[in-house]
């Protein structure tokens, strides 16, 4: 629920910092500096281009969100090189669109990583922090958000992760309470991975975070819980891009025609550092989780077992350096209809990762900013429509169907509508 609190206008620079600044973080950025200049329209974007529902009204005016000339982009990465020297390494940018981008790309250099190999085990990087325990590293990254946002002169800040997948974790004691995840944190505990130390710097700086990779980091009860309490923002996770979106495109077609599934295998090759690091089992576990998981709630097999009580779900995902940042994935979905007969769907969809990624951070950034500029802390559920595994808060279970994520997403959208026009507290 909203607090009562009025809305804080949306007056100042607004830092959005990345841990990752890898193949989807420069390319979105990149593509901010595009849209500014007035080269490209911001395509797949709801937040500057979507409307209201049953309305003319653009969201971006009625929510009063951040303008895209108040974002100053900053983050993280185990590389030392500039945004420029990253763009050019994930080569997802046309030659041309790399060059319109260098001044504004070469000027972000990331900050010393919080990193673990223990965590991501088919990349290894300079550029990373030391010290004695990893409270200390949280403190260190307090410090890094806070001297950004002062070096930059930013009135606030968001951080979406956009860093490397990290292995399949369970949760267990050290995250289920805040003094129990402090206590680790103080005592170097094993499973409390970086991307949990950069959530607990975020939440402890009151600096909103999504989520864009599937690990567990946000979703950690001691985390959600010290989100709560200090009214910060979060929302996960693991971006819905490709052949996830398709599916939970195609699969509520199915459940309102009825229409039987038998099984439903999917299968990618991607050759970006995504890849690469998917290509460790540990890694390929958590995204595996993350992709299986969208059927079960779209195709109810509780009420319709005729339909759905037997379906077969495989997600496989193969690294394969020739095609790059330009994923390929096939499905072949097993349905069946009247009498029982027995028919196929083929997909192949050919796209691009990093492109399809791009519009999610910025809508990411600045619903979450605007969350946080309305007193709304704690987990962010409207944010579904973005996410493959998407954050509840509590016993809650998610909505995987896009059109259902975007009736929420718009039925708080209104809500926020409103609190936009209500005077200013004092
Ligand atoms: N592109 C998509 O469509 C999509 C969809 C869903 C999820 N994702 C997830 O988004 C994330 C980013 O994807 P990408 O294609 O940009 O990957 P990438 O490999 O190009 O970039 C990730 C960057 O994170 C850095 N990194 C790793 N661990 C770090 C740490 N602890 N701190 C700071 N930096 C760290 C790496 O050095 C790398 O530069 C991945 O986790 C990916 O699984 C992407």
Redesign the pocket.
Known sequence: MLSQATQRPADGKLAVLM???????TTFIAGVHAIQRGETAPIGSLALTGRMPGSETLIHDATSLASLDDLVFGG????EGSCYD?AKR?NVLRESDLERAREELSKITPMA???EQEY?RN?S?PNVKSAPTKAELAEQLVADIRGFMADNGCDRAVGVW????ERFVVPSEVHLSIEAFEKGLREDHPAIS?SMIYTYAFIKAGVPLAN??PNLACDVPALVMLAKREGVALAGK??K??QTLMKTLLAPGFAARLIGVRGWYSTNILG???GA?LDDPGSFRT?EQSKLSVLESILDAETHPELYGNLDHKVRIDYYPPRGDNKEGWDNIDIFGWLGYPMQIKINFLCR??I??APLVLDLALFLDLAQRSGSGGVQEWLSFYFKSPQTDGEVIPTHDLFAQLDILHDRLEELAVQAMAPAAE
């Open positions: 841990p990752g600044l890898g193949a989807v973080a993280w990465d185990i590389y990253a994930a990583a919080v990193f991501v990349i990087g956009c860093a490397s997948t970086p864009g990779a693991d971006f891009t490709g970006n550092t995504d690091v995204k990762d990093s399809l990624a």
